[in-house]
């Protein structure tokens, strides 16, 4: 990440600033701040656990948007996706890419219509990065539609639906996102996926050197939201919630001050994704407000 325009908040200088704004001390160990008090250091992963999933569920944030490409197998209608991979897919398509001038391609096996299998030998000729020359979209469907449609290897051939299928049976729902695809590949053919992803947390930097230099996407461009949500959860920590604690008005004021913020990142996250005014990118006019 570059240098942000706005004022970025470190893991080192999140720290302190929650330990201001708490009244609770810091100390900085071998190039790290950290709480003073064990419990609050404790707590400190699952602070900005809360704060930082908390902002990211409510702005639908545009960077959490990204792609990659996949190769699905001949003969198989399931692709499976690391589920650490994105948290949501949105978009499937099937793609060629060209690795420097010429055709990327790869030994693989093609099933014909009448299910006979047959091996190519094809090599990767060319240099350089693959570039998508080509794509084409899959569109979304249920999978009583594919499971009807296109069951079996008779109907193999190119792709031209998919649907979210889940994780394999015995995983513990932690291993893969499973997309069945209709009809069933009849070749090794290259599937460009996009979707949204977790964001990395801030405390992945908790290191000497990193925790002073290095931001993520949420600190350095909405550190007043993600303080503020912080501070949520320290009201918590501090037992201020109640009617007889020391302070309790300490959490709805900072739950107000966050609902204030997320109001306006909301906006500005929608008009980046041209979700604004008209479907536009500009901001919605006070005077002028009919629907397009």
Known sequence: MGAPNTNPLSYNAFVQQIGVLAV????EVSGVYQFASAPLQEALPQLLNYAELRIQRDLDLLNSQTSNIYTCVAGNPIISIPVDDFLTIQTLEVVTQTQ????LTTDTTIYTTDTTAITTDATTTGGGSPTVVNATPLLPVSKEFIQNCF??????NTPMYFSMYGDNFGNGADTNLNVLLGPTPNYAYSLRVTGTIRIPSLYKYASAGPADTTYTYI?????????????????????????????????????????????????????????GS???SYSTPVSATPTR
């Open 24 to 27: 609770e001390a810091t100390e």
């Open 100 to 103: 420097g001038s010429s055709p």
């Open 151 to 156: 069951a079996g290897l008779s109907s193999a």
């Open 219 to 275: 600190s350095a461009y909405y550190p007043d939201l993600l303080i503020m949500a912080a501070m949520i959860y320290v009201s918590a920590y501090q037992r201020n919630f109640s009617s007889t604690s020391d302070s309790p008005d300490m959490g709805q004021s900072y739950e107000k001050q966050y609902q204030m913020l997320r109001i306006g990142a909301i906006q500005e996250e929608n008009r980046r994704k041209f979700q």
């Open 278 to 280: 008209g479907w536009s």
